[in-house]
């Protein structure tokens, strides 16, 4: 992993402690300890219905737990005008994502941070995803008429150009053709490369899991974490799409 730490940039975290989610008085899950941190790369795993998008928006920041506490350390201070304190802080991106309308290429330039990057690199940031996500010939095209794994690797290369800190997947693969199956891993791996804490959900073992360095297994309604990480029949695939692009910056 080639996470560069400077001193003047301490690394973000969330730390979640004695979390339980109860849906109508039903236990969803619970956890005593999780530790979420840049250069972080987790599989969450779990069954269907089992409460992985629940626990994302959790750590996002976009629903309360029933009881426990979610803290962050590293981030810059909260703007007093935002009550939630955890919202933005990692990110969420959902199964089927939320677009602008408006073109591709309108949706992987709006709403970037334009403080974050040099004009000059972000220009070239941008290319790099359009190039990565082979999106070039949609570039043009409204955003609503992309197909689901279109739709996916867009939302993945608008990640990419924003570069969170900490970025959760939920079952980024799913529904996919082999072909943005490799573009989609390809990306992710870019954003391991680049230091991004990773969540990926997925209910079954892929090859997503031969990226990942830890396991969150949510089973019998508790979050089991482990450092090992089961691994998947079609591993071969994910080391063949490793991986034809460098670090970019
Ligand atoms: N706001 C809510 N109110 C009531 N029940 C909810 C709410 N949100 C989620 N649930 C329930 O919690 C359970 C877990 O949902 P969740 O989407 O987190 O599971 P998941 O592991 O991501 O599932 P999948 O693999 O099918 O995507 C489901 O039974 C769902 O219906």
């Not at 236990?27 to 840049?38: E, K, V, Y």
């Not at 737990?65 to 919202?87: D, E, K, V």
Request: some cysteine.
């Amino acid at each position: 992993m080639t996470l560069s730490h400077h001193s003047d940039t301490p690394l973000v975290s969330i730390h979640a402690t004695n979390l339980l989610i109860t849906f109508n008085q039903q236990l969803l899950f619970s956890a005593d300890n999780l530790h979420f941190s840049q250069g972080d790369v987790i599989y969450l795993q779990g069954d269907n219905g089992s409460g992985k998008s629940t626990l994302m928006k959790l750590l996002a920041g976009l629903i309360k737990p029933s009881q426990g506490q979610i803290t962050s350390q590293g981030f810059a201070p909260q703007a007093w005008w935002r009550s939630a304190s955890m919202l933005g802080k990692a990110v969420y991106l959902h199964q089927h994502p939320y677009l602008f309308e408006g073109s591709v290429r309108y949706n992987l330039t709006y709403a970037l941070d334009q403080r974050a990057l040099a004009p000059e690199q972000r220009k070239k940031r941008i290319q790099q995803a359009i190039h990565m996500a082979q999106l070039t010939d949609l570039l043009d095209h409204d955003a609503s008429d992309l197909s689901g794994g279109e739709r996916q690797r867009l939302a993945i290369a608008r990640a990419w150009i924003a570069q969170p800190k900490l970025l959760m997947l939920d079952e980024p693969i799913s529904n996919m053709d082999k072909h943005s199956q490799r573009l989609v891993l390809a990306m992710i791996n870019q954003l391991k490369q680049d230091g991004t804490g990773l969540i990926i959900s997925s209910h079954q073992t892929c090859g997503l899991t031969a990226l990942c360095q830890q396991h969150w297994h949510i089973k019998q309604r508790t979050i089991h974490t482990s450092i090992h990480v089961p691994q998947s029949d079609d591993l071969h695939d994910t080391h063949t799409t490793e991986l034809h692009y460098g670090t970019s910056n």
